[in-house]
């Protein structure tokens, strides 16, 4: 009988401190924010979507070489000063927003910033493409650029390797003329 009492106090004893902490509750501010109406106040340091700037992008591609699970996929038209971004993808199903890839970047052309909402109904929605579109004008007139900067750059070696064979020729020339020549007798000194 002594043990019921006791339940039976106990029982009463965790309903009113349950109710104690839910009255609590009910009368304070709620911190519930009406998200589209309402933005969360972001904290400095937040780690979120990427900022691109594609002007600055030099297509060294580190960025992609430090991501340890390879979410950033480059694509490139052109090599070196002359490369066009054609594609800066970035899968956020599998980034982990570690701020890896912008440590290695040379020209600081992306970033985490505070942008945060990556709703969405499927994987293909969580993979988000930085690099501005492309018209096939831009496309063509890039490839005629890249075209004319390697006929120029075959233009220079063929001209520099017909100066080098021309000074070779000379060279050989002149040591063709220094050299004795077989109808010639040494002198008693040995000089011709």
Sequence with gaps: MKDYFRNLWAGIVTTWVGMRL??????????????????PVIPAGYRGIHGYDEEKCSVCKSCAAACPVDCITIEQLGRGKDAMVM????DYSRCLFCDLCTIPCPTQCIWLSERYD?????????RIDFARPKSPEEIAAHEELLRKKEEEKKAKAAAAAAAKAKKEAETKAAAEASAPQAGDAPTRDGAA
């Design 118 to 126: 990556l709703a969405g109904y499927t994987r293909e929605e969580c």
């Design 22 to 39: 839910t009255l609590r509750y009910l009368i304070k501010p709620s911190v519930t924010l009406r998200y589209p109406e309402e933005r």
């Design 87 to 90: 594609r800066f993808e970035v």
